[in-house]
């Protein structure tokens, strides 16, 4: 480690850079330009502008429909199965855990502009549609399914074009599109209890109750999960083609199973249940299998692209092993706690957080596509692990 030391006292001076060894010293401040700042500020404020206000608006709109018996009534009905699916999708997400706000961002779309935007274009559309001479269920199949994915795989997008450092592939992209997910089913959930509670009492709420929140809470979350596996890939991909071709790919995939989904719902009970065995089971069973994939991919790269550090003394090889499993992990994590207390499970907790990110960077930068300020912002991170680990290891006396 003596490298590793004299890196950390001499964090003052320049050092020449090379391919092993970030090019700055890591106390020297990351400067951003107002314009930028300015550009975020603003994009943050329409944001929160165009939830607060779509948000509102479909709440009204579903009010006048259930009445605010029924309003209530969805709302807490509605909630029961958000919490197990949220913990879902954050399971698959253990290496590099998305930052909260962006979570929360996606969730608050897929509950507010995507509900709203749907709930426009989708009545003004059966509309149409009934006077043509169709009827509902040409609605629900054709046209829906469209709306809402398109809607809610914006929230990926948005958050994409917003932190593209927080974004690093398939897994982050089936993240945030179940967040969208779950958004959207909540409030969509919210209308149809409501609502039924309204027309048909109490026994008809719990037999949509069971359908809709016991039965099939991934539906809406899985569905879009596949506009979010199309741009994960997109996001990794260097053939121009494959960038433009597989986010397509990948809502064209959610339209056509929600359409299925949908069309299935409208043939009674009994098309349901064949469809919910040889449909929703099989997509559940293939998207948890992708999702497994995929994390553990992110544990190879992890170990691949934290190597070099071990080679260079800034981390141990047995830290490399331990920040590339997540089982090593938890046990570091007790380990901690053993020997040091809360503080010291922080600390630890924190180091596996930033070696992930320092991964994800140094990946980043392999393909090209890391910001130019990188090399300080590796830099910062090696000096920050090396504050880490003194916090965690036996002996260390907090200040």
Request: proline share 5%; net charge positive.
């Amino acid at each position: 480690m003596n490298r590793q030391v004299s890196h950390a006292a001499n964090l003052g001076a320049v050092s020449t850079p090379s391919p092993y060894e970030p090019a700055q010293p890591a106390d020297t401040a990351l400067v951003a330009s107002r314009r930028p700042q300015m550009r975020t500020t603003l994009l943050w404020v329409a944001v929160v502008v165009v939830l607060v206000g779509s948000a509102l608006l479909s709440l009204t709109a579903i009010t006048r429909e259930t009445g605010a018996l029924g309003l209530a009534t969805g709302a807490v009905l509605s909630a029961v199965p958000v919490f197990p699916v949220v913990a879902t999708f954050l399971w698959l997400d253990r290496y590099e855990a998305e930052p909260p706000s962006l979570l929360a961002l996606a969730f608050a779309w897929g509950a507010g502009v995507s509900t709203f935007g749907a709930l426009v274009i989708n009545t003004a559309s059966l509309v149409a549609i009934r006077n043509a001479g169709g009827d509902m269920t040409h609605a629900a199949v054709f046209v829906a399914p469209f709306v809402e994915e398109a809607f809610k795989g914006a929230a990926v997008v948005l958050i994409l074009l917003m932190r593209r450092r927080e974004f690093d592939g398939v897994v982050d992209g089936i993240v945030y599109a179940g967040m969208s997910g779950i958004g959207f089913a909540y409030v969509e959930n919210v209308l149809y209890l409501g609502r039924t509670l309204a027309d048909d009492g109490g026994g008809g709420t719990v037999f949509v109750f069971l359908l809709r929140c016991v039965v099939s809470p991934f539906a809406h979350p899985l569905f879009t999960a596949a506009t979010g596996i199309g741009i994960g890939v997109a996001v990794r991909a260097r053939n121009p083609l494959l960038k433009v071709l597989a986010p397509i790919a990948g809502y064209l995939v959610a339209v056509l199973l929600h359409g299925a989904w949908n069309w299935s719902a409208a043939s009674g009970l009994a098309g349901f249940r064949e469809a919910y065995v040889t449909l929703q089971l099989p997509v559940f069973i293939a998207f948890i299998s992708l999702a497994l994939v995929a994390r553990r991919r992110e544990g190879k790269l992890v170990a691949q692209h934290l190597d070099i550090y071990g080679q260079t003394g800034w981390l141990t090889q047995q830290e490399v092993a331990m920040l590339s499993s997540l089982p090593a992990r938890r046990e570091a994590r007790d380990w901690a706690q053993r020997t040091g207390g809360a503080p010291a499970r922080r600390a630890m907790r924190d180091f596996q957080e930033l070696g992930s990110e320092l991964a994800f960077l140094r990946e980043r930068m392999a393909r090209g596509t890391a910001a130019p300020d990188a090399p300080t912002t590796e830099y910062a991170m090696l000096a920050t692990l090396s504050k880490l680990r003194a916090r965690f290891l036996p002996g260390y006396q907090r200040p």
